[in-house]
């Protein structure tokens, strides 16, 4: 049996990860910041993602050896199982992605059951009913020092839980990292 973590998810301050015009390139990671991001998914089995999550990350299917940290997080990458969840994405010719065209909390509680490992799911959309439902062992957030006033929310905003604090960690950017769990889980 698997864990089901929230993670990859780079959110300003006032908890958006894009801004009102939907960008993100504020969200970036620094060095020191993307070498503990590798850290992280190394544990990670399978990627449960959203189409836009899944378009953003598919660069790495692909990516140019050049720089340690980017060619380390693209081998972990290419190593694990995706899963796009997505009913307008087409049939995906990349190596161990398949897409899943409507993502219920019985088919990702079965893809945990089946998992050793971590099935971390990205994406603030894909990930809200598994949020609201509390389905979700841990929530992984990198908090940015950045208020962008609008945009999309991070977690769901009728979400209600109480969590722990498991680890943080402030980077050379500002950026502060935050993993809480259930209590007692």
Known sequence: MGTLRFGMI????????????????????????HQFINGRVRDVSVFVTGR???????????????????????????RADKIVCSDGLGPVDAPRTTVERRLTLDRLDEIVAQTDGVVEISGPTTAAGALRAGRVDEIDLFVLPRVVGEGRRALPQDMRATLELRESRTFSNGAVYLSYGRPGA
């Open 52 to 78: 836009r999550m899944y378009e953003m990350l598919r660069v790495w299917e692909d990516w140019p050896p050049g720089r340690q940290v980017e060619d380390e997080f693209a081998a972990l990458w290419a």
């Open 10 to 33: 780079s959110c300003s301050l006032d908890g958006f990860v894009n801004d009102g015009d939907g960008e993100i390139g504020w969200t970036a990671p620094s060095d020191d910041r």
